[in-house]
């Protein structure tokens, strides 16, 4: 099982720099960033399982941040601050946040926190999908069995690697390389001609209507996402905005 992957945004090398040995000594990945602007690049680009934010808990410009971060996606976020007050923990707890520490940290505080904000979020993660359902498509993660409108749909291992990949990280968009790395190895990053031909593959086996696709969507020179959070009236003629890759 791979290790969990940590994103570290703190501007401060001290700081940084220890709390980089202590996730590295744990056996921890991580990912390091100088400020925000690097920090949420990084987020975008490498899914990691949680992030470590560090900020003056009484700059706008940190929060902001950490709501940027909610916007991106739903994993652990633990606070990190000079500084705690009746204000900035209510902020805290407004924005979800899954832990608030105060510096000096120690070690032991900042590695049980995480692990406690890890396993928290892996029992729900299984709780909630041992099988996916939405709208007529079901998979079933331990039988590994897709179907749509109750029957069953046979996808090859590669096909059903890809469409797990796309739930798993649905919202996103992944781009060509991010897929041909998670499902066919790094060695063929670059190949794009193939990722489009297994989308199509997965199209052709799981939408309604394959050329105009409401669950599996491109996005024209990135890549492609699965969207879950349509309104059932939903047409293939309504536009549809996609998160930008940062920085473009």
Known sequence: MDEPTILVIDG???GRDQTVEWL???SYETIVAEDLGSGLRDLYSYHPDAVILAIDGTEAIGWTGVQHIRELCDIPIILVTPRASRGSLQKAFDLGLDGYLVRPLDAEQLLGRLASVLRKARNNHRASSSVFRHENLAIDWKRFEVRVDG???HLSPTE???LSLLVERRGWVLTYDQILAHVWGTNYIGDKDN???YIWYLRRKLEPEPSHPRWILTKYGIGYTFV???PAAHTPSQRVEFLPAIGQ
Request: charged letters at 35%; proline letters at 6%.
């Open 228 to 230: 879950d959070d349509l």
């Open 12 to 14: 401060e090398p001290i």
């Open 24 to 26: 590295t000594e744990a």
């Open 151 to 153: 029957h069953a749909v």
């Open 160 to 162: 059903f690697k890809l």
């Open 195 to 197: 990722v489009k031909l």
